[in-house]
């Protein structure tokens, strides 16, 4: 397993900026997995004589856009940032249910599992309504570790292949994980000053799940 050139959206001295794979820990837990984003972009970055420093993190399932530094002061800067609500970020998620609205506001405090309770809101776009599933814009504007997840399962539409915060397992849509993918990110870069305005394609199995349903689907 390693870093594909297809992978990199956008690398210059300060940062990497990788579509992250589903399925795959971006840090390593106590159980030291032998494959973690930050051990392969180490990696990939081992030849330069460079290393990575995450700024920010995606659950496990998630696949999409992560930011990496490659010093501790480009790492502080991009994370001040995020802690600032200066990144804007937008996820594509497919929902269970036929979604009535086009526009909502999620507002309110979640709690994830063995966490306190944090405020949390969250923009939904709704792209496309069907009748059993549901095609979202997702814009958090706060940082809430699965705070997309648990919002949406909240109101009665979890994503698709979403186990952890429903307990209905009757859902007529099966997938083999999460169906939330982290497409866009505007940030600042650290030291150019330069608004970055980076997007992602989608990974293989979303675009599998709209080519069998023949949606053509596409995103900006």
Known sequence: MDIKGNEIIFEDGFLLVINKKPNLLVLPTPKKEKYTLLSLVNEYLQPKRERA???????????GLIIFAKSIESQRKVMAQFREGKVEKRYLGIVQGRFKKK??????YVKPQRKSLKYAVSQINCIKS???FSILEIR????RTNQIRIQLA???HPLIGERKYTLAKNWPIKFKRVCLHAYYLKFRHPYSKDIL???????PDIRKFFEE??????FK
């Open 53 to 63: 420093y995450p700024c920010h993190r995606l659950d496990r399932p998630t696949s």
């Open 103 to 108: 526009r909502l506001v999620l507002k309110g």
């Open 130 to 132: 069907f009748k059993d």
């Open 213 to 218: 349903r023949r949606l053509g689907f596409v």
């Open 140 to 143: 958090p504007l706060t940082g």
């Open 197 to 203: 305005n980076l997007s992602c394609e989608l990974p």
């Open 154 to 156: 909240e109101i009665g």
